[in-house]
Antibody, heavy 125, light 110 residues
Framework: QVQLQQSGPGLVKPSQTLSLTCAIS??????????WNWIRQSPSRGLEWLGR?????????DYAVSVKSRITINPDTSKNQFSLQLNSVTPEDTAVYYCARGPCSGGSCYSMDVWGKGTTVTVSS | QSVLTQPPSASGTPGQRVTISCSGSSSNIGVNYVYWYQQLPGTAPKLLIH???QRPSGVPDRFSGSKSGTSGSLAISGLRSEDEADYYCVAWDDSLNGWMFGGGTKLTVL
């Protein structure tokens, strides 16, 4: 079955870049039947979708308005994984970060069905 | 302030039926599917209902979903103590071009 394994630092300093990776097993980051998402959760903001990447003859990205100027989600086909980079972080970016798969079919994508375990990231000096 | 509105809490006694509402708009629930997730403490959300009213394999038929206009609803019948969790609705928003989560409903089994 599909599994997602997250990795990355749990502590990031303010103004620096938060970087996380999600390794995929049981599926392909290049699949045209999936989209690969990042979501975060904090007590103040609840669950918040951050963005996704997916392949349909070429790579596409969609990003949440709230982070659009600071976020990059990149696929890595050689390692079958995808990554999240969030620039210029502040304490407001402290949250549990999840990667998740969204299944797609016939040109439509559906909400996330497989989730990583989550990574707690604290932004503090 | 979440795009999708849920009551912050709900409660019921074992065996009862409980419903949780999710109010959206014409750019999300009004034109797209509603999804429901269950989240137990310290774990990732688990997909409970997809495409308005479909249960993934392994989800008990005590859980059911529905949609009407710009609102969705999750019903849990035969309430059990293990149903005590946070429940979230989700829908794609065509205007914001992204997945929107409700603020979550904490279900307490009395």
């Amino acid at each position: 079955q599909v599994q997602l394994q997250q990795s990355g630092p749990g502590l990031v300093k303010p103004s620096q870049t938060l970087s996380l990776t999600c390794a995929i097993s049981g599926d392909s980051v290049s699949s045209n039947r999936a989209a690969w998402n990042w979501i975060r959760q904090s007590p103040s903001r609840g669950l918040e979708w951050l963005g996704r990447t997916y392949y349909r003859s070429r790579w596409y990205n969609d990003y949440a308005v709230s982070v659009k100027s600071r976020i990059t989600i990149n696929p890595d086909t050689s390692k079958n994984q995808f990554s999240l980079q969030l620039n210029s972080v502040t304490p407001e970016d402290t949250a549990v970060y999840y990667c998740a798969r969204g299944p797609c079919s016939g040109g439509s994508c559906y909400s996330m069905d497989v989730w990583g375990k989550g990574t707690t990231v604290t932004v503090s000096s | 302030q979440s795009v999708l509105t849920q009551p912050p809490s709900a409660s019921g006694t074992p065996g009862q039926r409980v419903t949780i509402s999710c109010s959206g708009s014409s750019s999300n629930i009004g034109v797209n599917y509603v999804y429901w997730y269950q989240q137990l403490p310290g774990t990732a959300p688990k997909l409970l209902i997809h495409r308005n009213d479909q249960r993934p394999s392994g989800v008990p038929d005590r859980f059911s979903g529905s949609k009407s206009g710009t609102s969705g609803s999750l019903a849990i019948s035969g309430l059990r103590s293990e149903d005590e969790a946070d429940y979230y609705c989700v829908a794609w928003d065509d205007s914001l071009n992204g997945w929107m989560f409700g603020g979550g409903t904490k279900l307490t089994v009395l």
